[in-house]
């Protein structure tokens, strides 16, 4: 299954993005489901995360207060409202979803990729200061 990123594109510091993950052909609604990113020369790092039941949402210290994640069942879309951007946001964003159903897990455990098996090809974000 191929997770599919897109809203991405150039934005100037402060301003706002909206990106959406889409899964055709399958439904993630009973599933736990993540955003990470990877900026050129770092290493992959965890961003948000929501719950199976959405009933739960984590974030990274860098984007707490910033960033929203949501989904959306009846599109079957997962979302990342990213506002007050700053240049070091700027990276690759990758939405992931986990493969098993309405599965909780203790918070740290959302934050590592290894929880996650099915990855999108990442939508670019860059941030203009």
């Known amino acids: 299954v191929q997770l599919q990123a897109s809203g991405g594109g150039l934005v100037q510091a402060g301003g706002s993005l909206r990106l959406s993950c889409a899964a055709p052909?399958?439904?993630?609604?009973?599933?736990?489901m993540g955003w990470f990113r990877q900026a050129p020369g770092k290493e992959r790092e965890f961003v948000a995360a929501?719950?199976?039941?959405?009933?739960?949402?984590y974030y990274a210290d860098s984007v707490k207060g910033r960033f929203t994640i949501s989904r959306d069942n009846t599109k079957n879309t997962l979302n990342l409202q990213m506002n007050g951007l700053k240049p070091e946001d700027t990276a690759v964003y990758y939405c992931?979803?986990?493969?098993?159903?309405?599965?909780?897990?203790?918070?740290?455990?959302?934050?590592?990729?290894?929880?996650?098996?099915?990855w999108g090809q990442g939508t670019q974000v860059t941030v203009s200061s």
């Open positions: 992931a979803a986990d493969s098993r159903f309405r599965t909780r897990y203790t918070g740290s455990t959302y934050y590592t990729g290894a929880l996650y098996d099915y």
């Open positions: 052909g399958r439904t993630f609604s009973n599933s736990a």
């Open positions: 929501i719950s199976w039941s959405s009933g739960s949402t």
